[in-house]
C-alpha cells in the first residue's frame, strides 16, 4: 500500500461517516424530535427527509471510489 493509496481510504472514510451522519438526521435519530421545534420541522419537510435516499446514495458513491483507488492501482 502506497502513502496515496492510504490518504485516499482515509479521506473517503471521512465521506463515508458524513453519509452516516446524514442519514442519522434523516431518520431523525440526530436533531430534535417531530413537534419539539417548529423551525426544524419546517427545515425537515422541506429539506432534511431527502437524506434518508442521498446518504446511502452518497455513502455508496464514496464506496465505489474506494474500489476504484484500491483496484486501479494495482
Known sequence: MTTHL????ID???SILGGIVGLLVGFRLIGPKPN???KYDIFYK??????????PLYILFTLIQIGVS?????
Not at 422541506?46 to 446518504?55: C, D, N, R, V
Not at 484500491?70 to 494495482?74: L, W
Open 70 to 74: 484500491v483496484y486501479g492501482s494495482v
Open 12 to 14: 473517503h472514510s471521512i
Open 36 to 38: 419539539i421545534d417548529p
Open 46 to 55: 422541506k429539506f432534511a427527509k431527502h437524506l434518508k435516499w442521498l446518504a
Open 6 to 9: 492510504i490518504a485516499t481510504i
